[in-house]
């Protein structure tokens, strides 16, 4: 039998490989081999085997002094890893290589020189043989060098990942994972280097990684080197693409978000300049404004991850870099994504704070959890002792050296860092919550403080001074009952949706524009259509900065408004999204970024300029028409047809025409790609004419609460007759009833949204006994409404069955 090679090519291996080079390199092989034909730029290279590794410990003796020095490590508390692992590091940094191995290495890396005119530089890269299978996927336990540039500098590195191999924390690892340390080879990758150091790098999900949500590809990147979005360095910019419209060549880009990127990492001019050849500096302000890829180079690359995704069948891990010589986008790693992938979330664990304390500090929320105890601020690892089991660690940022100190901690709080930074991926693992990217966390919190740290309100993660009481509900999803009547979700905030998409719904009822313009958009539409006639010069300011990014100032309002809405729609796709288009009042409006100018004063903005009225008139038409093209980017281009538009405050049929009428010349056109358009019922008039409405109108969404105020002609808001309103009273629950069966007799959808079925037992059986298709709830009143659906379908068969 010819002996085992000591290196070989990418084009060589595949993932059958693992054993030969580990996981790392096979995947580099696999990627190599079978999809650069498709279209998919992977960089060269070659892996040093198994075999030259055994070599390399057989020709210096070191099996059984490594065995024996190892034997004694306490595998229970680790008392003396430090000292094992120097011992053992020690060993192997004064053995040299084999020649035969050495030999190999050179020839190999000529062999990968002579393809390029110019010199090259490569990354040289460890690859343990245990390394990236699903259940051990620790990444970075070993080294790695970046921009090695000749022979004998690779040679060196490649025995400086031996030597890694014995890190403490590789160590630590083995023995928790049930890995025999005699039995772990090391390979050593070389591939040709991406000069993303000039452009940009970072890190692919094929799976969003907070929810395990399938329907998304996950893209972060930053200025520079990836090592910087990798160990959590830089709070990178952030990419959401919807598979289905990747697969059909739509617009994919559902979402992006800006990061700060305040470092980048490039290479020394001089090898001498600094420790491994690189540098990290700051940012200019003008490259943090500037996003690191086009939207097209993002879909591009979520092209490519939907390509590996479905040639590994299964949900996948990748890093990308730019090259900033040729601009040309590379995949630089594929492994498998093992925090979700084959996990089946049987039920889920909702947090709500019910008290608020003064707010320390905000960043990017990992988990869902609430947690409050003692925070900790530790600079370093050589620090962990004093974080005590059970204490939120705070620091600047964590790498794989923090691993041991990461486990006793009960929350991650780090400055710097982003959702695939290092921190982010272990708390995943351990099943903690983090808040990354904070930027002054440390500053902000004292050490010893007693803190509360709360993932659970939406995208944003929150951590208030003091020990705060919540709410934990567990919600039994394998087992729980579901109504016949559709239960569906009230939704304002976009940044909720990935996590509510879990919940047992059977869609969104009710997804408010006004909450995505006031805290998104901030500005008037008509500012913006109008910005010349602006006379705030305040405002004027804020908005010139808010759009700086964008080809027009209308174009900020669309694009932000389509993001939003196609960010919902995505995450519950197929299931039905129905947005109601604005509605705020007039002293509403009037509080966004130069609305004051476009807004008339009204005694009383409830009943005044709102609704479908303002849709048509000449003061909000071209405003109107920025919302129409936002929804018509999200259904056209993106292709998230299972979204819908509702019209609120349509106080006469032929107003619900001139809206329906203009919708069609703004480009949305009911009918076409299944579009549906739906009215709010919310006005007597909307019950008393609700057959003519129905001739307009594709469905009905009640509004409870405006019909009950307005039937019983009273202000919820006041104190004084507040007492009054209540959507069980006779003359609200017969107008509900009427409207349901003329919308059922007229073969139209009707659902309500609103509170009243979850408070009451009794109301819902109420609209279950008139027939009505789907009940809204916001999400802390999804299940008890549920329950008392199926409660009320069970009472209602019972007596008439």
Same mark, same amino acid.
């Given at each position: ?83 094992? +692992? ?144 990798? &160990? ?39 090898? %001498?300049?600094? %420790? =491994? ?50 601009? =040309? ?43 409050? +105890? ?71 919190? &004292? ?123 995505? =995450? ?146 006041? =104190? ?33 949204? +609103? ?47």
């Amino acid at each position: 039998m010819a002996p085992a090679p000591f290196a070989l090519f990418f084009q060589e291996l595949t993932n059958d490989n693992v054993a030969l080079v580990g996981g790392k390199n096979a995947s580099l092989g696999e990627l190599f081999n079978r999809l650069t034909a498709k279209g998919i730029n992977v960089p060269n290279g070659f892996a040093t085997t198994a075999a030259a590794y055994w070599l390399f410990l057989d020709e210096n003796h070191l099996r059984e002094p490594l065995t024996a020095l190892l034997a004694q490590l306490d595998t229970q508390e680790f008392t003396n890893l430090a000292d094992i +692992g120097s011992q053992a590091r020690a060993m192997l940094s004064v053995a040299p290589l084999p020649a035969p191995v050495a030999t190999a290495i050179e020839a190999a890396y000529q062999q990968l020189e002579d393809g390029y005119e110019h010199e090259i530089q490569v990354a040289v890269r460890s690859s343990a043989t245990a390394e990236d299978l699903p259940t051990a996927s620790f990444a970075g336990q070993h080294d790695s060098f970046l921009d090695v540039r000749s022979p004998d500098a690779v040679l060196d590195a490649c025995r400086k990942c031996y030597v890694s191999l014995f890190n403490d924390r590789a160590i630590k690892y083995r023995v928790q994972n049930g890995f025999d340390h005699m039995k772990v080879a090391l390979s050593v990758g070389v591939q040709t280097m991406v000069r993303s150091d000039l452009a940009s790098a970072g890190v692919a999900f094929t799976i969003e990684p907070e929810t395990g949500h399938e329907n998304l590809v996950y893209l972060t990147g930053s200025w520079g080197l990836g090592e910087n979005v990798v &160990q959590g360095n830089v709070n990178p910019d952030e990419f959401y693409l919807f598979k289905p419209a990747l697969r059909a060549d739509k617009r994919a880009l559902v979402r992006k978000k800006l990061g700060d990127k305040a470092k980048t990492m490039r290479y020394a001019t001089s090898l %001498a300049a600094c %420790a =491994a050849g690189i540098k990290n500096t700051d940012t200019p302000a003008e490259r943090r404004a500037q996003f690191v890829l086009t939207d097209a180079e993002a879909e591009q690359l979520g092209r490519w991850c939907l390509l590996i995704e479905e040639h590994y069948g299964m949900p996948m891990d990748i890093e990308w870099a730019k090259d900033g010589l040729s601009s =040309a986008l590379f995949i630089v790693q594929a492994r498998p994504e093992t925090i979700h992938h084959g996990r089946r979330a049987l039920c889920l664990h909702e947090f709500h704070l019910t008290e608020k304390g003064p707010l320390l500090a905000t960043g990017k929320a990992v988990g869902s959890q609430i947690v409050s +105890g003692v925070a900790r601020i530790i600079a370093s690892p050589a620090e962990g002792h004093r974080l005590q089991a059970g204490e939120i660690l705070v620091t600047n940022s964590t790498s794989p050296d923090w691993n041991a100190v990461l486990r006793k901690a009960a929350v991650i709080v780090t400055n710097q860092g982003g959702r695939t930074s290092h921190a982010a991926i272990v708390a995943r693992e351990l099943g903690l919550s983090a808040v990354v990217g904070t930027l002054d966390a440390t500053q902000k919190i &004292q050490d010893g403080q007693r803190i509360t740290v709360s993932c659970a309100e939406g995208d944003e993660g929150h951590i208030y001074e003091g020990a705060l009481a919540w709410e934990e509900t567990e919600i039994d999803l394998e087992h729980l009952v579901k109504p016949h009547t559709k239960p569906m979700l009230i939704l304002a905030d976009p940044d909720r949706a990935l996590t509510l998409a879990r919940y047992p719904s059977q869609g969104v009822g009710l997804l408010r524009m006004e909450f995505i313009i006031s805290n998104a958009i901030r500005i008037h539409p008509m500012a913006l259509v109008a910005f010349d006639q602006l006379t705030d010069e305040k405002a004027r300011e804020e908005i010139t900065v808010l759009t700086a990014n964008y080809s027009s100032k209308p174009e900020y309002f669309i694009e932000q408004l389509a993001q939003a809405l196609g960010f919902v729609a995505a =995450a519950f796709y197929p299931r039905e999204v129905i947005v109601r288009m604005s509605d705020f009042k007039t002293n509403e409006y009037a509080n966004l970024l130069g609305g004051k100018q476009f807004e008339p004063d009204e005694e009383n903005p409830m009943l005044g300029f709102r609704g479908a009225s303002r849709y048509y008139s000449p003061q909000y038409r071209e405003g109107f028409r920025l919302e129409c093209e936002a929804l018509k980017r999200v259904r056209h281009d993106m292709g998230l047809t299972n979204i819908k538009a509702m019209i609120p405050f349509c106080r006469t049929v032929e107003e619900g025409q001139r809206v329906v009428a203009l919708m069609a010349d703004f480009g949305l056109r009911q009918g076409i790609d299944n579009l549906e358009i739906y009215v709010m019922a919310e006005i007597p008039s909307n019950v008393i004419l609700a057959e003519e409405f129905a001739t307009v109108f594709d469905g009905f969404s009640i509004g409870s609460n405006d019909l009950t105020q307005l039937t019983l002609g009273l202000d919820r808001d006041s =104190a004084i007759v507040s007492g009054l309103f209540d959507e069980r009273n006779e003359a609200v629950t017969r107008l509900l009833a009427q409207v349901i069966h003329t919308a059922k007799a007229h073969g139209r959808p009707i659902g309500l949204c +609103g509170q009243a079925p979850s408070d009451y037992p009794a109301f819902a059986r109420f609209l279950v006994e008139q027939g009505i298709d789907s009940i809204s709830f916001t999400p802390d009143a999804l299940l008890n409404g549920m329950a008392n659906m199926v409660k009320a379908e069970e009472m209602v068969a019972d007596e008439y069955p």
